[in-house]
């Protein structure tokens, strides 16, 4: 586009230039910095800085993470987290301790069931009530730990 059909090439020669007869180009026609960032300016704020306006909740000092964390196993999968020779050498006297720290669970919940006359010691972090009620009913016995 050649110089002589922009807009601002057409305004010469007129006195003011499309900027007014009174304030001339002058001042701060939409406001100072971030000025109408709720009103007038709303769109901009929202696109280009989401998030700028509004509440932020409170922070948490302190957390301890690991304090919410409890990776859980229901009771279905217990007798398959023991190795091979463990189950071998199960008898319906002689239970084998099941440590479930060590395979990353911490908490022992209650959906399934038991293989029946064999008991089984579990060792955990937590346990919920009917899962502990199933483990002692199959005459296995539950042990916390820290």
């Not at 959906?111 to 937590?126: F, S």
Request: avoid cysteine.
């Amino acid at each position: 586009m050649t110089t002589r059909f922009k807009k601002n090439r057409k305004k010469r020669g007129h006195v003011s230039a499309g900027h007014g007869r009174i304030g001339k180009h002058r001042k701060h026609p939409g406001g100072r910095g971030n000025a109408g960032g709720m009103h007038h300016h709303r769109i901009l704020f929202d696109k280009y800085h989401p998030g700028y306006f509004g509440k932020v909740g409170m922070r948490y000092f302190h957390k301890l993470r690991n304090k919410f964390y409890a990776p859980i196993v229901n009771i279905d999968k217990l007798w398959s987290l023991l190795p091979q020779e463990a189950k071998d050498k199960a008898t319906a006297d002689k239970a084998p301790l099941l440590d479930v720290t060590q395979f990353g669970y911490f908490k022992v919940l209650g959906k399934g069931v038991l293989p029946q006359n064999q008991p089984i010691v579990v060792k955990a972090k937590l346990i919920s009530k009917i899962a502990e009620k199933k483990i002692k009913e199959a005459g296995g016995a539950v042990v916390l730990t820290a």
